[in-house]
């Protein structure tokens, strides 16, 4: 249904006729047919709703022309979309049926975008390149920031693109091309979201293909735009970015639209940088089906809009211009509503999902990266020098470093990560180069280059947002945030984006980037902001794998496999033992993996087992050396090391054999990790057990800078030995 756009008018400007932005008269009825069609589905689908036949809708009435100027222009399957729920016109202008939207409608089971999972108007059709929408308004933009900047990135590096067997390119195909663009579309309210202007900044900083895409109906639900935007209009805000192409105009007139979306087009396609598209639209239909307008709108405000309707305006244009007379346009409704009746008539007889498909796609179904594939050996260095014990952050910068030489996929950015953003520096070796404030990344971009590896602005939003856009095109982004402590900007992507993508596409997309986060206290002075915990937030998102290697072997085995494996990992570096003398272990070579979900055995015993991870397995090691010493009591330590999937089987086998256990971690106490581990052994334990499952963990407050605080509110090697003698006693 994509209209080549190359096809000249039917009049020639130079014989003094009329032109319509170089639309033909054909392609002018193909956009009245799709502009009706859209605005007739959404009415059909009311109709629905009111019937109880459909669970919710949202319409994208009065944004038809938008929609279908910029199908027109961009190319299916070919460019990309990153669409917002009132992009109905243009996903039937890129080729999408009325019969696919109704599919999600009825929530059935070949719906092409969720397979019954998302909303209706939540667009997702692998086949045209549109990728899954979320509901999070605005979390789209630096998606598409990334997804931009992957197409580049193949364009620069061809080969990156290449299949390999035995890891997550075996099942992620590439498809790119040097001149795509990137649509990304939001409403006048959404550009008040923080990622709007990340995504400005970083499109316009490095150039990129994408079009950004206003539709202004002048209202985010009931918020009107003046209270939105400073000044009431977003072009004025924006205008000072560099690098754009920017357009302003009547979003309800279709052809000026269509000349505004070429000339938009042709800059990004150019390679002259990002543009700009803001269309003033309306909103006829309220905001939703949820909404009654009138509440807060009068109705004098309602009917001037009402003047404005693209689809009257289509009308009226045609038979202005004698392209169709009012008995050919009845025939082409009539014709819409036959074919919307069939549509419809289908869609509710087909078929739904099956209840035992719900956690389907939650991982990837190709590769389990708890499966033998991910457990080799680790090499036996004959150099005395490689065979050296290395820390964690060595062994960590070392795995970075291979998986850079073995896949050509692999970029790293995040702040502070590259050796030197003023590259002449380096090349003048004028300095040696940063590589992170914990130098875990130092020397690779030196040796990889500036476009594998390179610094993010400061904005933890935008490095995993950016991330989610480049492995959905196949990239393999591993980022770093920097502490912890500021993962909170990027929680919005890494609870709603990043691990959901899979699922709410029903497999249609996956994003397997790998986030590595400094985390961690016992710093003496690190205090509230650079000692948090927080593990079980995280572990709390289904569809996310979450790392906490405790040294260094563990640390360059899972680090592989996370950045192999072909789900979202967040990869969890304790700071404290980067440098650690405990846990340091000889260069393992460049293939050396843990499968996820595995424990470590690092003690045997026979009286009582501590489940821990992280800096409190070195910990609990002291306590239990000292009461075996003092008392005697013979305590086995299980480091799980993986927190999702975690190793139940280790768990049970050891609580069968002491029927004594203490879960033990460095998060406040209440509600954390150990809350999970600890109701699990209550659940399918209890009758194994001869004393209460204990925790000992943070106290339930922040982590103070006075050392003597410090010590106070972590859990301390005495904390866990008195935990432990207790317990052995009970
Ligand atoms: C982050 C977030 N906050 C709030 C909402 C609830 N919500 C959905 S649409 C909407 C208004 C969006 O307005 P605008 O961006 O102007 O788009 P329009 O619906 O007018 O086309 C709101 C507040 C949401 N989906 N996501
Ligand atoms: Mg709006």
């Known amino acids: 249904m994509a209209t080549n756009t190359q096809s000249k008018p039917v009049v020639d400007e130079r014989k003094g006729g009329k032109s319509y932005e170089g639309l033909s008269r054909e392609q002018l009825i193909e956009a009245y047919r799709i502009m009706y069609t859209s605005r007739r589905l959404d009415d059909r689908e009311i109709l629905l709703k009111r019937q109880q036949k459909i669970f919710f809708q949202i319409s994208g009435a009065g944004h038809e022309a938008v929609g279908v100027a910029a199908g027109f222009v961009l190319k299916p399957g070919y460019d990309w979309f990153y669409p917002y729920y009132r992009d109905r016109a243009l996903c039937l202008a890129l080729g999408a049926t009325p019969y696919e939207m109704l599919l999600e409608a009825v929530g059935a089971a070949d719906d092409p975008n969720s397979g019954g999972r998302q909303m209706p108007s939540h667009w997702g059709f692998p086949k045209q390149n549109v990728v899954t929408q979320s509901s999070p308004t605005g979390s789209q933009v630096l998606q598409a920031v990334g997804c931009a900047e992957a197409g580049r990135y193949f364009a620069a590096h061809p080969n990156a693109a290449a299949k390999a067997n035995g890891d997550y390119r075996e099942f992620k195909d590439v498809i790119f091309h040097g001149d795509e663009v990137t649509y990304v579309s939001l409403g006048d309210g959404t550009t008040s979201e923080g990622e709007f202007w990340e995504g400005l900044n970083t499109a316009s900083n490095r150039k990129l293909p994408v079009l950004f895409v206003i539709q202004d109906n002048e209202y985010a639900i009931s918020v009107p735009v003046e209270v939105q935007t400073a000044g009431g209009n977003i072009s004025r805000l924006v205008a000072g970015f560099p690098n754009f192409h920017f357009e302003e105009f009547d979003g309800t007139d279709p052809v000026a639209t269509y000349a505004a979306f070429k000339r938009s087009v042709a800059y990004c396609r150019a390679g002259e940088g990002p543009a700009f598209i803001h269309a003033h ?368 089987d280790a768990i049970a086998e050891s609580v069968r054999k002491t029927n004594r256990v203490i879960v033990a971690y460095e998060d406040s106490l209440s509600w954390g990790y150990g809350a999970e581990i600890a109701a699990r052994i209550s659940d399918e334990l209890f009758d194994e057990l001869d004393a209460p499952v204990r925790r000992i963990a943070a106290k339930d407050t922040f982590v103070a800078y006075q050392p003597i605080l410090e010590d106070a509110i972590l859990p301390q090697a005495d904390d866990l030995y008195r935990g432990m003698k207790e317990l052995a006693e009970y």
């Open 281 to 648: 639209v309306i909103r006829p239909y309220s905001h939703s089906l949820s909404d009654d307008e009138r509440l807060y709108r009068p109705d004098t405000e309602r009917q001037q809009e009402a003047a404005r309707d693209p689809i009257t305006r289509m009308q009226m244009f045609l038979i202005r211009e004698k392209i169709l007379d009012e008995n050919a346009l009845n025939q082409l409704e009539k014709q819409v509503e036959e074919d919307l009746q069939t549509a419809v008539d289908q869609a509710l007889e087909a078929a739904f999902p099956t209840p035992d498909s719900v956690t389907q796609y939650v991982y990837s179904p190709s590769l389990d990266p708890a499966s033998s594939a991910f457990d080799t050996q680790p090499l036996v260095e004959a150099d005395a020098k490689k065979a050296a014990p290395k820390t964690m952050a060595d062994l960590i910068n070392a795995t970075l470093s291979d998986e850079m030489k073995r896949d050509e996929r692999v970029v790293m950015f995040g702040e502070d990560v590259a050796d030197c953003s003023r590259e002449q520096y380096l090349q003048e070796k004028l300095i040696k180069g940063k590589g992170g404030v914990f130098k875990l990344t130092a020397g690779l971009q030196c040796e990889f280059g500036s476009d594998r590896v390179f610094n993010s602005p400061l904005a933890e939003a935008n490095i995993v947002g950016r991330a989610t856009g480049m492995a959905t095109r196949g990239l393999k982004p591993v980022v770093e945030i920097q502490f912890f402590d500021y993962i909170w900007p990027a929680m919005m992507q890494l609870r709603n984006e990043l691990p959901l993508i899979r699922w709410r596409s029903n497999n249609g997309f996956s994003c397997p980037a790998v986030i590595r986060v400094a985390i961690g206290g016992y710093l003496t002075g690190g205090a509230v902001y650079h000692s948090q915990c927080g593990e079980s937030i995280f572990t709390h998102i289904p569809g996310l794998r979450v790392v906490f290697p405790s040294n260094a072997l563990d640390a360059a085995g899972l680090l592989r496999t996370a950045i192999r494996c072909d789900d979202p990992v967040l990869f969890l570096e304790h700071k404290r033992l980067y440098r650690e003398p405990f846990g340091r272990a000889p260069y393992p070579g460049p293939d050396y993996m843990i499968p996820f979900g595995k424990a470590k055995l690092v003690k045997p015993g026979n009286d009582l087992t501590v489940i821990t991870y992280g800096a409190v397995v070195p910990r609990a090691l002291q306590a239990a050396q000292k009461i075996e010493r003092e008392h005697g009591v013979n305590v086995e330590i299980l480091d799980l090391r993986c927190l999702n999937p975690f190793d139940w």
